[in-house]
């Protein structure tokens, strides 16, 4: 029997993006259908369901990403993509509130587990000048996947509710059982470790280098120029980010209205809207690829604030449009510029990173993101109690503002410090 040949770097990245793409598309087109009329929960139950997996994330994800930079980006992955996968299951098999809290929790630490360390094993296998063409290849074909992960998810969910959470949590198991036989990883030195034995000794040799290695990770973010910055624009984009996910489908069910597709249930449009922003978010980030500019850090802040202003001006519009077709465009216009907003920030916070930090950098970067979700997040929401839904929406696109005037400062700022510089000594650097 010939072995089969396990695919390089690249190609199993894309194999990663489209998998996991379409397995997260198959179990949460329905979750929140599944959550309120197979589990009964209330709208109190369910925003408590988000907070127990933001404030999950916000706790484990700088100690997920020591490990990763400590031991092993590869093996952090694994994990990872495994407790994705029995946190669906437990969520699939008990529509219960308190197992469905549990869920959250396995499932949020297994996506602190993959944050941050995917990244930096990419660019560590692939190398950082290719590391924007690949995330940006990455994005298109998950997003290819994820538009079939809906419409399988629409259709096995007409069968049984729970059949399409169940499913995923169960191939995500299996995906991660295929990453332990095929993934690689040759790009990763660890740090060197002590010659301590027993276990009290392998114990503080363990927590000893995840210090280390911790202290790396913060220098390395004093020392960038552009620190506060970085961190600044994650919290905002995080607190946006938590607005919008909560209110925009209630949006379009309460204010704008969606029009009968015969018997078919509301869930369908959602599909159709999401499956629409995919195949427009494919194009899109195919021209971006292939105009080559995430590649340069100057030309990559300007990216960014473009696309801000871009997805703050379409939020806007979907909160204050007065007609269906006029809210379906501003919302796959946001949906697409959010989309390539995700791969250009990771290129723009990778460069200049030392590679011995780079899961613990990039992990920093995603508990700022938490942050603003957990603290902006509940503030737009009392916008809308206060308001109404149109008011919060439109709170939560004018949350991106600050956002716009830091990258506008940044791209006047100087390039980033090269690989080299990184590594300096951190008593030279100052907080930007």
């Given at each position: 029997?010939?072995?089969?040949?396990?695919?390089?770097?690249?190609?199993?990245?894309?194999?990663?993006?489209?998998?996991?793409?379409?397995?997260?598309?198959?179990?949460?087109?329905?979750?929140?259908?599944?959550?309120?009329?197979?589990?009964?929960?209330?709208?109190?139950?369910?925003?408590?369901?988000?907070?127990?997996?933001?404030?999950?994330?916000?706790?484990?994800?700088?100690?997920?990403?020591?490990?990763?930079?400590?031991?092993?980006?590869?093996?952090?992955?694994?994990?990872?993509?495994?407790?994705?996968?029995?946190?669906?299951?437990?969520?699939?098999?008990?529509?219960?509130?308190?197992?469905?809290?549990?869920?959250q929790v396995i499932g949020g630490i297994g996506y602190t587990f993959v944050e941050g360390a995917l990244e930096a094993w990419l660019s560590d296998e692939v190398g950082e000048e290719?590391?924007?063409?690949?995330?940006?290849?990455?994005?298109?074909?998950?997003?290819?996947?994820?538009?079939?992960?809906?419409?399988?998810?629409?259709?096995?969910?007409?069968?049984?509710?729970?059949?399409?959470?169940?499913?995923?949590?169960?191939?995500?198991?299996?995906?991660?059982?295929?990453?332990?036989?095929?993934?690689?990883?040759?790009?990763?030195?660890?740090?060197?470790?002590?010659?301590?034995?027993?276990?009290?000794?392998?114990?503080?040799?363990?927590?000893?280098?995840?210090?280390?290695?911790?202290?790396?990770?913060?220098?390395?973010?004093?020392?960038?120029?552009?620190?506060?910055?970085?961190?600044?624009?994650?919290?905002?984009?995080?607190?946006?980010?938590?607005?919008?996910?909560?209110?925009?489908?209630?949006?379009?069910?309460?204010?704008?209205?969606?029009?009968?597709?015969?018997?078919?249930?509301?869930?369908?449009?959602?599909?159709?809207?999401?499956?629409?922003?995919?195949?427009?978010?494919?194009?899109?980030?195919?021209?971006?690829?292939?105009?080559?500019?995430?590649?340069?850090?100057?030309?990559?802040?300007?990216?960014?604030?473009?696309?801000?202003?871009?997805?703050?001006?379409?939020?806007?519009?979907?909160?204050?449009?007065?007609?269906?077709?006029?809210?379906?465009?501003?919302?796959?216009?946001?949906?697409?510029?959010?989309?390539?907003?995700?791969?250009?920030?990771?290129?723009?916070?990778?460069?200049?990173?030392?590679?011995?930090?780079?899961?613990?950098?990039?992990?920093?970067?995603?508990?700022?993101?938490?942050?603003?979700?957990?603290?902006?997040?509940?503030?737009?929401?009392?916008?809308?109690?206060?308001?109404?839904?149109?008011?919060?929406?439109?709170?939560?696109?004018?949350?991106?503002?600050?956002?716009?005037?830091?990258?506008?400062?940044?791209?006047?700022?100087?390039?980033?410090?090269?690989?080299?510089?990184?590594?300096?000594?951190?008593?030279?650097?100052?907080?930007?």
């Amino acid at each position: 029997m010939v072995a089969l040949r396990a695919p390089d770097a690249y190609r199993l990245y894309l194999i990663f993006s489209g998998a996991t793409s379409f397995l997260f598309a198959l179990a949460y087109t329905v979750v929140a259908v599944y959550r309120v009329e197979r589990a009964g929960l209330g709208p109190l139950q369910l925003v408590l369901v988000g907070t127990v997996l933001e404030v999950t994330y916000f706790l484990f994800n700088v100690p997920t990403g020591v490990v990763a930079d400590t031991y092993s980006r590869r093996l952090s992955v694994i994990v990872g993509v495994l407790l994705w996968g029995v946190g669906l299951v437990v969520e699939g098999f008990f529509p219960l509130f308190a197992a469905i809290l549990l869920a959250q929790v396995i499932g949020g630490i297994g996506y602190t587990f993959v944050e941050g360390a995917l990244e930096a094993w990419l660019s560590d296998e692939v190398g950082e000048e290719r590391l924007g063409a690949a995330l940006l290849r990455g994005g298109q074909i998950g997003r290819a996947a994820g538009f079939l992960g809906i419409a399988a998810s629409v259709g096995l969910a007409s069968v049984r509710l729970n059949l399409p959470v169940v499913l995923a949590g169960g191939l995500f198991v299996g995906l991660g059982v295929y990453l332990a036989r095929a993934m690689s990883e040759t790009g990763f030195r660890p740090p060197p470790r002590s010659a301590a034995t027993g276990w009290r000794g392998r114990v503080r040799r363990s927590l000893g280098e995840m210090a280390t290695t911790t202290r790396v990770g913060a220098a390395t973010v004093r020392r960038r120029p552009l620190a506060l910055t970085i961190l600044a624009v994650a919290a905002l984009f995080g607190g946006f980010s938590e607005g919008f996910d909560r209110l925009w489908q209630a949006h379009f069910l309460v204010e704008i209205g969606l029009p009968r597709l015969g018997t078919l249930a509301p869930v369908v449009w959602f599909g159709i809207l999401d499956a629409g922003a995919s195949l427009l978010g494919i194009g899109a980030a195919e021209v971006l690829r292939r105009r080559g500019e995430v590649e340069r850090p100057g030309t990559a802040v300007r990216l960014l604030g473009g696309l801000q202003v871009t997805l703050m001006a379409a939020v806007v519009i979907l909160a204050l449009a007065g007609s269906f077709a006029l809210a379906v465009g501003a919302y796959w216009l946001a949906a697409v510029a959010r989309g390539l907003v995700s791969p250009v920030y990771t290129a723009w916070i990778n460069r200049g990173v030392d590679p011995q930090a780079r899961a613990t950098v990039l992990s920093l970067s995603g508990q700022a993101d938490a942050l603003g979700q957990f603290t902006v997040g509940p503030g737009i929401g009392a916008v809308g109690t206060a308001f109404g839904l149109r008011a919060a929406l439109a709170a939560a696109g004018l949350a991106l503002a600050p956002a716009v005037a830091l990258y506008g400062r940044a791209a006047g700022r100087t390039a980033e410090p090269s690989a080299a510089e990184a590594r300096a000594d951190p008593a030279d650097g100052r907080i930007g």
